[in-house]
């Protein structure tokens, strides 16, 4: 395995993270004997940073990654995450203060690594979408945020960068965050590439260029389009049944669909499948501090820290991706 800086952190995090969210499932649904394997055998493999949230499982996620950490006695870093809802709007550092509180009492911890703003950004707020504004972030969020890190309670603070991409450059562009996870993949590769004229996706205008310029760490979210680029729609029965696409096709259909334009590199030899282009692919991005993956099986995470391993795709296959994501704009 190896190991990134995330960013101002200083913190040396693996290059594969484990996701403990809903689409993989095995953290949230899993048999309690099954969690414990997986976190056991990943800390074998080298991956030493885990990935929660409030949400994920409504808490189920947090309490069973913390049985797991307190069974294992393990040394690795935890990140996990605030949304704010429309109820909290009104007292924004008050709810977010109240919600780590509960988040380490389920993770049985005293403090976490990492907390991070999981809703979406924008210029302006939208309390029904849950939506916070730049404004709401700087003047709110981060002194609260900075408030719990005082305390002892977390050690660095970021955002999930979803939401309108001039607001995220702006919010970026301050430096006052410590990380951003970050939406890149081959369906989506506008967080670090250039994508052509009416590409089928949220343009992120190469905010991975933004958040090396700050020094942020970063978290690469949605490696696989939640599945989609594994070139299947089957889902496996412990994974969320359904799920909504982040930033690329406007269903998992579709999704699934543009994923077979990269069977080229597979047919070329290039790679063994679908999965494991998807996973090298940010590995080549110098911006890029580690890629979170959501699990359902063991088998997964073992084919996963196979692929990375074998480090960023090569420089011909790098090459062809223009051509496919020109195909892609039709």
Known sequence: MDYRT?????LQVSTLGFGCGDVGGLIVRGEAAERERAVARAL???VNYFDTASQYGKGQSEIHLGQVWKALRVDAYVGTKVRLTAEDMGDLGGAISRSLEASLQRLQMERVDLFQLHNHIAASRSADAQTLSVQDVLETVVPAFQALQQQGKIRFYGITGLGETNALHALIDTGVLHTSQVCYNLLNPSAGAAVPNGYPAQDFKQLLDHTRQQ???TIIIRVL???????SEARHPIA???VNPIASGPDY???VQRAQFFNTLVQDGEVENLVEAALRFPLGNPGVSTTLLGYSTLEHLESAASYIARGPL????VERLPSLWAQLAG
Request: aromatic fraction near 0%.
């Open 6 to 10: 995330l960013g101002k952190t200083g």
């Open 44 to 46: 074998e493999l080298g």
């Open 215 to 217: 020094q942020m760490g």
């Open 225 to 231: 389009a939640a599945g989609a680029l594994s070139g």
């Open 240 to 242: 969320v049944p359904r």
């Open 253 to 255: 259909p579709t999704d």
């Open 314 to 317: 090569s420089p011909t296959a």
